[in-house]
């Protein structure tokens, strides 16, 4: 019955508001209270809220596990990253805290505390949303998954100093542990191979070497969980790996989400509070939009981290079950609004900032970080856009035909990986206005959309189209659907991938039954 009952609600809530163009996660929200609403007449077992809870723990800790393994060590020692992160969580605190004394009278050590939760923003939504987007590994999606990582050591710690569980003595010799048990991990992924075997492996490392072992010596599972995906982030199978477990870390997640909804039916008191919540949330992320100027990100990047980290955290619900018991409801409560603002913000920001640009743009420092540097095609007679596997292999067979080629990608590590290889590939990324106004392409005669998410495609499509560009723009595409719209954008030379794969495979098989038809028919002469 319980099972029965909550994938029924979760699935047709996320119809519903997917059919009004929100992402699912806020349907999921709402089926959460619909579910606590009617569970009296609907006989669900008591023990219904430990199963989500249990459920939603393994969906959070796969999610920061996939995160982890599409992120790199150097990412957090960022200025930008912790500096944000640090002034980000003292100001807000000490406004959240100061703002709870006078407006409801609390105790001064209620009210930090409760400042200091406010402060933090969802690593589960966040990490979901840049995953939806293909973005965890643009400079933004770095920054922002950056900050939420010294937020959730902080969280640790505050977690700590108030519940009284300060991490064993043992915590300290696993932490110093890890460089060593690197290389057994990866030996553990080698071994595992392509199939079932690499799921579990993925499931151990994320629930039991990560998520257990740290909870066992009083450190965050959620924390381990991270650490152990990043352990393995530079090995050769850690997006086979981050592929084989999305489907199941999507199952659970859901369970996550209508946990929120379960915490408990608000009153007029919690909505009001709630609802002031939420008012405020805009002055968190204009806080974060200027901390990231100051630390030299351009206006675009600013935004688009500021938009992604506008939003309260899960964390001020575990608190608050632990510490804070009276606090539940209208902290669930608000971090559903905000769930529910923030989605459709995240969706449209970079629609939104083209209309702003302007006047955000105004705030940018002369200097610029080194990660957002103008982009210099050179003398580049083919311009790749994307270099994942695609684009990787569209480079080395036009090498042979091309003298000069340019790639694009908006992840320093692989751009990294492809000038240690010798391939010619820059830093930008292309959904940037601001790299196409800089972008000089006289010996250009071919562009390739290789990037995986077709809104890019069609987007740099328009902006090549846009700035005036007529020779050929070649991309693959998923669906015909997707087809059409590639076409509308200015796209030339469109090709169906699993189709193309199809008519691959006749064309070998043509030419290796041709070859041995030969001897035969010599024979027979």
């Given at each position: 019955?319980?099972?029965?009952?909550?994938?029924?609600?979760?699935f047709f809530f996320g119809l519903a508001?997917?059919?009004?163009?929100?992402?699912?996660?806020?349907?999921?929200?709402?089926?959460?209270?619909?579910?606590?609403?009617?569970?009296p007449g609907l006989g669900l077992p008591?023990?219904?809220?430990?199963?989500?809870?249990?459920?939603?723990?393994?969906?959070?800790?796969?999610?920061?596990?996939?995160?982890?393994?599409?992120?790199?060590?150097?990412?957090?020692?960022?200025?930008?990253?912790?500096?944000?992160?640090?002034?980000?969580?003292?100001?807000?605190?000490?406004?959240?805290?100061?703002?709870?004394?006078?407006?409801?009278?609390?105790?001064?050590?209620?009210?930090?505390?409760?400042?200091?939760?406010?402060?933090?923003?969802?690593?589960?939504?966040?990490?979901?949303?840049?995953?939806?987007?293909?973005?965890?590994?643009?400079?933004?999606?770095?920054?922002?998954?950056?900050?939420?990582?010294v937020q959730d050591i902080i969280a640790?710690?505050?977690?700590?100093?108030?519940?009284?569980?300060?991490?064993?003595?043992?915590?300290?010799?696993?932490?110093?542990?890890?460089?060593?048990?690197?290389?057994?991990?990866?030996?553990?992924?080698?071994?595992?191979?392509?199939?079932?075997?690499?799921?579990?492996?993925?499931?151990?490392?994320?629930?039991?070497?990560?998520?257990?072992?740290?909870?066992?010596?009083?450190?965050?599972?959620?924390?381990?969980?991270?650490?152990?995906?990043?352990?393995?982030?530079?090995?050769?199978?850690?997006?086979?790996?981050?592929?084989?477990?999305?489907?199941?870390?999507?199952?659970?997640?859901?369970?996550?989400?209508?946990?929120?909804?379960?915490?408990?039916?608000?009153?007029?008191?919690?909505?009001?509070?709630?609802?002031?919540?939420?008012?405020?949330?805009?002055?968190?992320?204009?806080?974060?939009?200027?901390?990231?100027?100051?630390?030299?990100?351009?206006?675009?990047?600013?935004?688009?981290?500021?938009?992604?980290?506008?939003?309260?955290?899960?964390?001020?619900?575990?608190?608050?079950?632990?510490?804070?018991?009276?606090?539940?409801?209208?902290?669930?409560?608000?971090?559903?609004?905000?769930?529910?603002?923030?989605?459709?913000?995240?969706?449209?920001?970079?629609?939104?900032?083209?209309?702003?640009?302007?006047?955000?743009?105004?705030?940018?420092?002369?200097?610029?970080?080194?990660?957002?540097?103008?982009?210099?095609?050179?003398?580049?007679?083919?311009?790749?856009?994307?270099?994942?596997?695609?684009?990787?292999?569209?480079?080395?067979?036009?090498?042979?035909?091309?003298?000069?080629?340019?790639?694009?990608?908006?992840?320093?590590?692989?751009?990294?990986?492809?000038?240690?290889?010798?391939?010619?590939?820059?830093?930008?990324?292309?959904?940037?206005?601001?790299?196409?106004?800089?972008?000089?392409?006289?010996?250009?005669?071919?562009?390739?959309?290789?990037?995986?998410?077709?809104?890019?495609?069609?987007?740099?499509?328009?902006?090549?189209?846009?700035?005036?560009?007529?020779?050929?723009?070649?991309?693959?595409?998923?669906?015909?659907?997707?087809?059409?719209?590639?076409?509308?954008?200015?796209?030339?030379?469109?090709?169906?991938?699993?189709?193309?794969?199809?008519?691959?495979?006749?064309?070998?098989?043509?030419?290796?039954?041709?070859?041995?038809?030969?001897?035969?028919?010599?024979?027979?002469?």
């Amino acid at each position: 019955m319980f099972e029965i009952i909550c994938l029924s609600f979760a699935f047709f809530f996320g119809l519903a508001v997917r059919l009004i163009g929100l992402p699912p996660l806020v349907g999921f929200l709402a089926a959460g209270f619909a579910v606590n609403a009617a569970a009296p007449g609907l006989g669900l077992p008591e023990e219904t809220a430990e199963i989500l809870d249990h459920v939603s723990h393994i969906g959070v800790l796969l999610l920061l596990f996939s995160v982890g393994l599409k992120l790199r060590l150097g990412q957090l020692a960022q200025p930008q990253v912790f500096g944000t992160a640090l002034i980000h969580s003292g100001i807000t605190t000490a406004v959240f805290g100061f703002g709870l004394v006078v407006a409801l009278g609390l105790a001064w050590p209620t009210a930090l505390l409760l400042g200091v939760v406010l402060s933090f923003s969802s690593t589960v939504f966040s990490a979901k949303v840049l995953e939806a987007k293909r973005d965890i590994g643009a400079f933004y999606g770095r920054t922002a998954i950056g900050i939420l990582v010294v937020q959730d050591i902080i969280a640790l710690a505050v977690l700590a100093l108030y519940s009284g569980q300060a991490p064993s003595p043992w915590a300290l010799a696993v932490l110093a542990t890890l460089p060593l048990v690197r290389p057994v991990l990866h030996r553990l992924l080698d071994v595992a191979g392509h199939d079932e075997l690499i799921v579990l492996a993925g499931m151990l490392l994320a629930l039991v070497l990560g998520g257990a072992e740290f909870e066992a010596v009083g450190l965050s599972a959620e924390l381990g969980a991270l650490i152990m995906g990043l352990l393995l982030s530079t090995h050769p199978r850690a997006k086979e790996l981050s592929d084989a477990l999305w489907g199941l870390k999507e199952i659970f997640l859901v369970g996550f989400f209508l946990q929120i909804g379960m915490s408990g039916l608000p009153g007029l008191g919690d909505m009001m509070i709630a609802l002031a919540l939420v008012l405020i949330l805009p002055l968190k992320g204009a806080l974060f939009f200027l901390l990231l100027i100051l630390f030299r990100l351009r206006a675009r990047t600013a935004f688009l981290t500021a938009a992604n980290l506008t939003v309260y955290s899960e964390f001020s619900l575990i608190v608050a079950a632990r510490v804070l018991p009276d606090w539940l409801v209208p902290l669930a409560l608000a971090l559903s609004l905000s769930f529910l603002l923030a989605a459709p913000l995240d969706r449209l920001a970079d629609r939104i900032f083209e209309k702003i640009e302007p006047r955000l743009q105004r705030f940018e420092t002369r200097r610029v970080h080194r990660d957002e540097l103008p982009t210099d095609l050179g003398a580049a007679q083919v311009l790749i856009l994307g270099m994942g596997r695609t684009g990787t292999a569209a480079y080395d067979e036009l090498a042979g035909h091309f003298a000069r080629i340019a790639g694009i990608d908006a992840d320093t590590y692989r751009v990294a990986g492809h000038a240690a290889a010798g391939r010619n590939v820059l830093l930008a990324d292309v959904e940037d206005a601001g790299f196409w106004r800089g972008l000089r392409m006289s010996n250009v005669e071919g562009v390739i959309l290789a990037m995986d998410n077709v809104a890019a495609k069609i987007s740099a499509a328009r902006a090549l189209r846009a700035k005036g560009f007529t020779g050929p723009i070649i991309a693959h595409a998923l669906y015909e659907e997707h087809v059409l719209l590639l076409k509308a954008a200015g796209a030339t030379h469109i090709y169906q991938t699993m189709n193309q794969a199809g008519i691959g495979l006749a064309e070998q098989a043509e030419r290796a039954i041709e070859h041995d038809r030969r001897p035969a028919a010599f024979i027979a002469v």
